[in-house]
């Protein structure tokens, strides 16, 4: 997310917060982009919270999860925002660190990361000898001195070829997506054979489900065992746009975890085979509940290119 966009969706927040308080807008919160999913959400707290005594905007802080705190008759809540422009913007919980399952310390020991299995593997070497068997690129990318500004860009020209059925570029880009999965397979398949802390894994999901997703937040909070008593009272409110209407719903995440925990005493991960991806679940005895579906992932121009990442989607179904 942009710096622009994330001072917008904290304005809209701060919208929200001036409604629930009773303040008057200014002609900037008008313009914000969000203005309208902002006027919808606030409604809809009103309407759950009728007895509110004070809203306070809470921003990216370490020590409390939540963009509001509502503070009613009723006690005191976390809300959390998410707003989306299409009619089901909700799917993708995360984009983390691409070394999250080793950093926060889900396995016994120190096993390798995903990057350092990849620099074992030599894979930028690699993608830069598939993408150098495109015979014609333009000078003004081939002066490029900043070897990963020279893979980005190289990248980015072969497919805007490929978009045009060219198809040495289509071949190239076929060729790096086919090296990149089955180092994806190899790796996760690495992994598997490693001694899982269900503890840590435990404590990794339900971070990632209180929206706590940035590297430094989550490997503070995952030795804190007093974190959990920070789910019991968040509450995510979804604002999405469908068929020109802005549509709200809520997802009580903190009664969700509380009855996750409840039905699973063993949290581990598995790894089908051949996929590259993994999933977290949840066990009792020979009942299972899956919980997140992790993908190892490249954010830009294509896989096995540009700004490796986790995707995390969450399996819990929303109410």
Known sequence: MGKHERQQIEGAERIIVKILNAQK???ADKENVWFEHALALAKRVKGDFPNIQEAKHLGNRYDNIGDILI??????????IKMSASPHGTGTKANISQDALTENNLFVGKPKSWSEFRDKKGHEKIVDGLLNKFPKYPKN???????????????????????????????????????????????LNYLKEQKQLSEMIK?????????????????????????????????????NLHEGKILISKEDVGKKI????????????????????CKLIGFR??????????????????????????????LTARD
């Open 71 to 80: 503070v009613s008759d009723n006690g005191q809540f976390f809300i959390e």
């Open 141 to 187: 990318i081939l002066k490029i001195e900043n070897p990963p500004s020279l893979r980005g860009e190289k990248a980015r020209y072969l497919r805007k070829l490929a978009k045009n059925k060219k198809r040495v570029a289509v071949k190239i880009l076929n060729n790096i997506h086919g090296v990149d999965k089955a180092e994806k397979i190899e790796y």
């Open 258 to 277: 509380k009855d996750i925990l409840g039905k699973s005493d063993d949290f581990r991960i598995i790894f089908p085979n051949s996929l590259t991806h």
């Open 203 to 239: 404590r990794f999901f339900v971070l990632i489900k209180l929206g706590v997703h940035r590297k430094d937040e989550l490997k503070e909070l995952m030795g804190d065992k007093d974190f959990f008593d920070l789910a019991e009272n968040l509450l995510v409110y979804y604002s």
């Open 25 to 27: 807008l200014n002609n």
């Open 285 to 314: 005895g020979n009942l299972t509940q899956p919980l997140l579906q992790i993908v190892l992932h490249w954010k830009n121009i294509a896989q096995g290119i540009m700004t490796p990442c986790l995707n995390i989607f969450d």
